[in-house]
T-cell receptor, first 110, second 115 residues
Framework: ELKVEQNPLFLSMQEGKNYTIYCNYS?????LYWYRQDPGKSLESLFV?????AVKQEGRLMASLDTKARLSTLHITAAVHDLSATYFC??????????FGDGTTLTVKP | EAGVAQSPRYKIIEKRQSVAFWCNPI?????LYWYQQILGQGPKLLIQ????????DSQLPKDRFSAERLKGVDSTLKIQPAKLEDSAVYLC?????????????FGPGTRLTVL
């Protein structure tokens, strides 16, 4: 059974600081997705990482994928309050099944 | 293009009652997913359809949950009878086969409260 683990599960940051969220998974896959979820809302796609070494950036967020280590990271640069949300990573198997991590709830404080 | 539509958005029922949720995927998306998201957890896949056929229902509690997608377009998920632990948000997602990203698009979800 594919397991996806995120850490930390809760993260409180000061505005302007940097931090990294980690996503480890237990089986071979070369497709990894990052989503954002605001309270009471559905999931919004942030990044799709398709191959080893893939790096994507959007604003203050940067995601990377290391398929050999089975690790993806989501790096936050100079955090702002608007980034407060829950972030999920999800791994897609070759059979097309997605398994999600339990999410990292980020709170950015002034 | 229109997104994934779900209804109702909210439902409150008592335990042992029945409930049904409806999902209309993005036009042309042959793959449809139902997820259960319990508060504080990530979405858990319940069932995956490809057109009107079931691809994966290994995590669907079949003694009480059922789902269908008769014409390969919209889908319904039913719970009968509901238990307290079924309180969750039920998310529908769809995907267009053959897309290089295999990206899923999620609907707004149905929040179910079982009392």
């Amino acid at each position: 059974e594919l397991k996806v683990e995120q850490n930390p599960l809760f993260l409180s940051m000061q505005e302007g600081k940097n931090y990294t969220i980690y996503c480890n998974y237990s089986t071979t896959s070369d497709r990894l997705y990052w989503y954002r979820q605001d309270p009471g809302k559905s999931l919004e796609s942030l990044f799709v990482l398709l191959s080893n070494g893939a790096v994507k950036q959007e604003g203050r967020l940067m995601a990377s994928l290391d398929t050999k280590a089975r690790l993806s990271t989501l790096h936050i640069t100079a955090a702002v309050h608007d980034l407060s949300a829950t972030y999920f990573c999800a791994v897609l198997t070759n059979a097309g099944k997605s398994t999600f991590g339990d999410g990292t709830t980020l709170t950015v404080k002034p | 293009e229109a997104g994934v539509a779900q209804s109702p958005r909210y439902k409150i029922i008592e335990k042992r009652q029945s409930v049904a949720f409806w999902c209309n995927p993005i036009s042309g998306h042959a793959t449809l997913y139902w997820y259960q998201q319990i508060l504080g957890q990530g979405p858990k896949l319940l069932i995956q359809f490809q057109n009107n056929g079931v691809v994966d229902d290994s995590q669907l509690p079949k003694d009480r949950f059922s789902a269908e997608r008769l014409k390969g377009v919209d889908s319904t998920l039913k719970i009968q009878p509901a238990k307290l632990e079924d309180s969750a948000v039920y998310l529908c997602a769809s995907r267009r086969p053959g897309s290089s990203y295999n990206e899923q698009f999620f609907g707004p979800g149905t929040r179910l409260t079982v009392l």
